[in-house]
């Protein structure tokens, strides 16, 4: 494992075991709509809100670099956006397989089209800015290297565990979630 990896899951095992007693608060994230109208962007707004007093609760670590989120209303416009950090090809295969959601340098893609639901909202808000902590911690490259991919179980099942704490304080009926889960992706 790379030492900036290793250093990465290190502060990381620290950062949850320990905490602060000082009141700590977060950098507000700015959430774009590209091509949506500005009432659709409250849930995404809303989960960037819970998923940082998630952090601030649990881990007594906030969020101190800005972070812009960019929600785009189709896939292409979401592809033309990941070509920042990827070549064409691999920016067309990403946006077409993936879960809608990336988290760059200080800045999360959303893809609207693959998250209609305010459930999968919250939760693709929850993951990315999970991972904008982990690269505020460790570095862009910790995160993001071929090394890191190659242990990236980690990374990626934090992300999830937070995306599901956030995300499951919205849900009325897990049969109902799961339902709405499946249309999305129909």
């Known amino acids: 494992m790379e030492p900036r990896t290793r250093i990465f899951f290190a502060v990381l095992l620290v950062v949850i075991a320990s905490g602060s007693s000082a009141a ?6 700015a959430v774009v709509g590209i091509g949506l109208d500005d009432a659709l962007l409250g849930p995404y ?4 809100e819970e998923a940082l007093q998630y952090y601030i609760a649990t881990l007594n670590t906030p969020l101190a670099t800005p972070v812009v989120a960019r929600v785009y209303s189709t896939t292409d416009q979401y592809a033309q956006a990941l070509r920042k950090y990827m070549s064409e090809p691999d920016a067309v295969q990403v946006a077409r397989t993936s879960a809608g959601g990336w988290a760059g340098d200080r800045e999360i893609l959303i893809d609207h089209s693959q998250r209609r639901q305010p459930f999968l909202q919250y939760q693709v808000v929850a993951h990315e800015l999970t991972h904008e902590l982990q690269i505020e911690l460790a570095g862009y ?3 993001y290297s071929d ?3 190659k242990s990236c179980w980690m990374a990626e ?3 999830e565990l937070v995306s599901w704490k956030v995300g499951d304080g919205r849900i009325t009926s897990y049969p109902r979630a799961r339902d709405g889960a499946l249309d999305a992706i129909r």
């Open 24 to 29: 700590q608060t977060s950098v507000p994230v």
């Open 45 to 48: 707004r809303q989960g960037f």
């Open 141 to 143: 490259d910790a995160v």
């Open 147 to 149: 090394r890191a991919w």
């Open 157 to 159: 099942g934090y992300a």
